[in-house]
């Protein structure tokens, strides 16, 4: 099984060497005063850097290829057949009409074919499509995807609920508003018992 080594795909903070353009701080002192404010004032020096080291960060997705998170399979696992779920795992996002934070958890279960994968990877999955520019239903349906093209699975539910900062901070402003997307692939599509089995343990 993949040892967890923090250079195995981990996706935390920027690289202490990130160069920063003169047109991201730019950029970021442009909005400033566009919010109103003055980038000059002491407290919003660094800001500008800040700002860009954590985009870096909120976007580390796109240098992530999830894919390769599935490539180390195993099939000894004692004729093990039934469902695998990871529940409760929260990620954060961000949405790409306003650039808001997207913050839930997601549950992600497969009915293994002939492999299985170190259960840490389906969160590492889940963390490189989250931390790019998405809408929750397109998360969705690629952390499925990933799952179903790479470990050949009889069956894979994804069942992700967020809330949106767009809809909970400005726009609508309806605080505790949650969306629910979810996909349901192979078995679980398929089977109804096999449905209702999956979203039970997920605790829906
Ligand atoms: N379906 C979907 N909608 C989202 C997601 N994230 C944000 N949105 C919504 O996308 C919509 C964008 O609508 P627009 O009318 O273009 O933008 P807007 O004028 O700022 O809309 P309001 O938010 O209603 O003020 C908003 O209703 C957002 O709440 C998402 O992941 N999925
Ligand atoms: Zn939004």
């Known amino acids: ?25 730019d950029a970021v002192r442009t909005l400033i005063r566009w919010t109103g404010d003055d980038p000059d004032r002491e407290g919003l020096l660094d ?5 860009a080291r954590a985009w870096k960060e ?24 039934e469902i695998i779920l990871l529940r409760d795992i929260p990620f954060h996002s961000h949405c790409e009409h306003h650039l808001a934070p997207i913050i839930g ?39 499925a995807d990933c799952i ?14 967020a809330s949106h900062a767009c809809m909970t901070a400005r726009g609508v402003r309806t605080p505790g508003v949650m969306m629910t997307t979810s996909r349901m692939m192979g078995v679980f599509r398929e089977d109804e018992r096999s449905r209702k089995e999956v979203l039970a343990l997920m605790g829906y």
Not at 14 to 20: A, E, G, M, T, W
Not at 47 to 51: D, K, N, Q, W
Not at 64 to 79: I, K, M, Q, W, Y
Not at 153 to 158: N, Y
Request: proline share 7%.
């Open 1 to 25: 099984m993949g040892s967890c080594s923090p250079d195995d795909g981990d996706l935390i903070g920027s690289p202490p060497d990130l160069v920063i353009p003169d047109e991201v701080a």
């Open 105 to 143: 958890k997601a549950a992600i279960a497969y009915l293994p074919g002939d492999k299985v994968v170190g259960i840490s990877k389906l969160a590492r999955v889940l963390h490189g499509y989250a931390r790019r520019l998405q809408v929750q239903e397109r998360l969705t349906a690629q952390v």
């Open 58 to 81: 909120y976007g580390a997705g796109y240098a992530d290829d999830p894919s390769l998170h599935l490539s180390r399979t195993f099939d000894e696992v004692g004729g093990y057949d």
């Open 148 to 161: 179903w093209d790479h470990l050949n699975p009889k069956g894979v539910a994804v069942v992700i609920e």
């Open 47 to 51: 800001t500008p850097g800040r700002v």
